[in-house]
């Protein structure tokens, strides 16, 4: 068939109208055409229980009124729900690198999907239509492609690119129910085999939509293969393989690459790992969020899920190793910080715990804050053997205590320190010192300084406490003093006497040195 001025319009039909009465499903319900005019026809919406079935098959152009066949009208209705599944999806980011994935967002300039949307101004109101009152619409294409940031060529010579320029690709979409070809119908189930192989190439675009046996797009899911790009369509519900894939040019040093988004909403999600796994990653970031410092249980501009979870991570290996930069590429700059109510932190091992601390510059420990200190501290050791070794040029301690208390338990105790010099200062309001010892000595080989300001007072219970204070003929009084101690050592190193004798010879020695410095 074709008109009767040209051969434009040229069409084959081959129509069977009114082959069955539909005998599954429910009964359609009526509703009116327009959601929001109640004065706007009723149409048939749902399943076409015990209504009349048609099918046809249209070859050349296509319906120019589409209207009035209700087959056709109905075969024109399912064609245009490709115009608005994925109208939330595949648009252009207008965010950084690595933010949040949004493709339901209140601001206009983020509902950049394809689709039939509303046309707004430059304020982002939306326009209407002066003589309906209704919003007016914006055509946004059919394909994923036809909105997506490309890689436009630079020259007529340049082949090295896959993106159309936009007006192009939205020259095509537009023509999709215009410019003929083939088009076939059915109200019924349409089934194709092939037992062989089959082979289709689509110079074009794809776009499959699937309804799933309701009439709303929101619900619908599907693909779209265009661009070279493809990607899974779900704007209600898990869009899966990408949202979103747009090309950043400069990125790497080179013209470019394509940024692919993805993200999986509003959905409880198990995965399970059984075999040998590998990860490599590389580029210039990294970066792993979790949970928000203001979260909600449903994020209602986002519409999707915004609450912290709680994390369990459990391990169980062979072996585990874990290696942060190496001697020859060092991690420039490491930061950790943690904040929690409480933390509790158990390593349990059988064997050796080996750690080293290497550092080329300083080390800064704290615990507490001077306007935050620690209310309590408690602190145990439990070891059969113990060693420190503290190789320093500079060391200063500076304690600030309220209260404190040490009690050392030990069999044997020993103290060395070897310094040039030596400075102990102690400011106490008060201060005790109990030593409940077999006997002790003090060895001094120098000058000894001492400054009491203030009054002091020494009590001894026991046996007179006496010092030897050594007369101007120090030389002659050292070399009997150094054999009079001599022989206290000698006396001291004799494992067979008791204390009793050791404190005779000590009292013996005494008296040997007041009488040789004439005391």
């Not at 699937?210 to 898990?238: F, T």
């Not at 406490?465 to 007369?471: G, N, S, V, Y």
Request: net charge negative; glycine share 10%; hydrophobic share 30%.
């Amino acid at each position: 068939m074709a008109d009767e001025v040209s051969a434009e319009g040229k069409y084959l039909l081959i129509s069977v109208p009114d082959f069955a009465i539909d005998s599954v499903g429910k009964p359609a319900i009526m509703v009116h055409e327009d959601p929001d005019d109640d004065t706007s026809p009723l149409i048939p919406k749902g399943d076409r229980q015990g209504q009349t079935m048609s099918s046809f098959l249209r070859l050349g152009a296509f319906h120019e009124h589409p209207e009035n066949d209700p087959a056709a009208k109905r075969a024109n209705e399912l064609a245009r729900v490709a115009l608005v599944v994925s109208g939330g999806q595949g648009g252009p980011a207008t965010l950084p690198y690595g933010a949040e994935i949004r493709t339901k967002h209140p601001n206009y300039e983020d509902n950049t999907g394809v689709g039939v949307l509303p046309l707004r101004d430059a304020n982002g109101d939306i326009v209407k239509d002066e003589t309906t009152g209704k919003d007016k619409e914006e055509d946004r294409g059919v394909f994923l492609d036809d909105q997506r940031i490309g890689d436009p060529p630079w020259g007529d010579k340049d082949r090295d690119n896959q993106s159309r320029l936009k007006e192009d690709r939205m020259a095509h979409s537009a023509a999709l129910l215009t410019r003929g070809g083939w088009w076939d119908h059915t109200d019924g189930n349409r089934i194709s085999t092939t037992y062989g192989d089959k082979v289709e190439v689509i110079r074009g675009n794809y776009k499959m939509v699937v309804m799933s046996r309701q009439d709303d797009p929101g619900g619908a899911g599907g693909w779209d293969l265009s661009g070279g790009h493809l990607q899974d369509l779900g704007p209600a519900s898990m869009p899966g393989a990408s949202v979103r894939v747009e090309f950043r040019p400069g990125l790497f040093g080179k013209r470019g690459t394509w940024h692919l988004e993805n993200t999986t909403n509003n959905f409880c999600q198990t995965s399970d790992y059984a075999g040998d796994f590998y990860e490599h990653w590389y580029g210039n970031y990294k970066h792993s969020i979790v949970g928000s410092e203001n979260p909600v249980e449903w994020h209602e501009q986002l519409e999707k899920p915004y609450g912290n979870p709680e994390i369990l991570e459990k391990t169980w290996a062979s072996k585990i190793e874990s290696y942060t930069g190496s001697p020859s590429k060092r991690i420039p700059s490491i930061t950790e910080e943690t904040y929690a109510t409480t933390t509790s932190s158990t390593t349990d091992v059988t064997g050796d715990i080996n750690e080293y601390t290497y550092c080329d510059a300083s080390i800064t420990s704290k615990t507490g804050k001077i306007d935050r200190p620690v209310p309590a501290m408690h602190e145990e050791t439990y070891a059969v053997a113990s060693n420190s070794v503290s190789n320093i040029v500079t060391a200063n301690d500076f304690t600030t205590v309220g209260a404190q208390m040490e009690t050392t338990i030990a069999g044997t105790l020993g103290s060395l320190t070897i310094a040039a010099a030596q400075l102990d200062t102690e400011i106490i309001g008060a201060k005790g010192n109990i030593s409940i010892v077999g006997i002790t000595g003090e060895f001094t080989l120098g000058a000894r300084v001492g400054l009491t300001i203030g009054w002091s007072h020494e009590w001894t219970i026991g046996k007179h406490h006496e010092e030897i204070r050594i007369p101007d003929k120090k030389e002659i009084a050292l070399k009997e003093l150094n054999a009079s101690l001599q022989t206290m050592h000698a006396t001291l190193n004799d494992s067979t006497v008791t204390v009793e004798s050791k404190l005779t010879a000590l009292q013996v020695g005494i008296a040997g040195i007041q009488v040789q410095l004439g005391l």
